[in-house]
């Protein structure tokens, strides 16, 4: 479920109905004792992010919090028209 936010942010933020061209990227890797869960969506306007009020990323880094402690690593990066979500626990 800690999952989930990311696909929602993927289709709020990141999906174009009328358009052809959506482009999403989803990584899920196990290295080691870590989980590795990556996104990358393409933004339609600079503004999809900024005029969002969503409380969804910052829900997920409280559930996180109690979760793990500190022992997590939540990270998110927009980059021209792109927008990067990160996430790294362990899985022991």
Do not use: C, D
Not at 23 to 32: P, T, V
Not at 35 to 54: M, Y
Not at 74 to 86: C, G, M, R, V, Y
């Amino acid at each position: 479920m800690l999952l989930m936010t990311f696909v929602e942010n993927i289709f709020k933020h990141g999906i174009n109905k009328s358009s052809s061209t959506n482009k999403i990227e989803i990584s899920l890797l196990q290295q080691e004792e870590q989980l590795l869960f990556r996104t990358t969506n393409r933004l339609e306007t600079s503004e999809a992010l900024e005029t969002s009020h969503g409380f969804g990323l910052k829900n997920l880094r409280e559930r996180l919090y109690r979760l793990f402690g500190n022992n997590f690593e939540l990270n998110t990066a927009q980059l021209n028209q792109t927008f990067t979500a990160s996430l790294k626990i362990p899985l022991s």
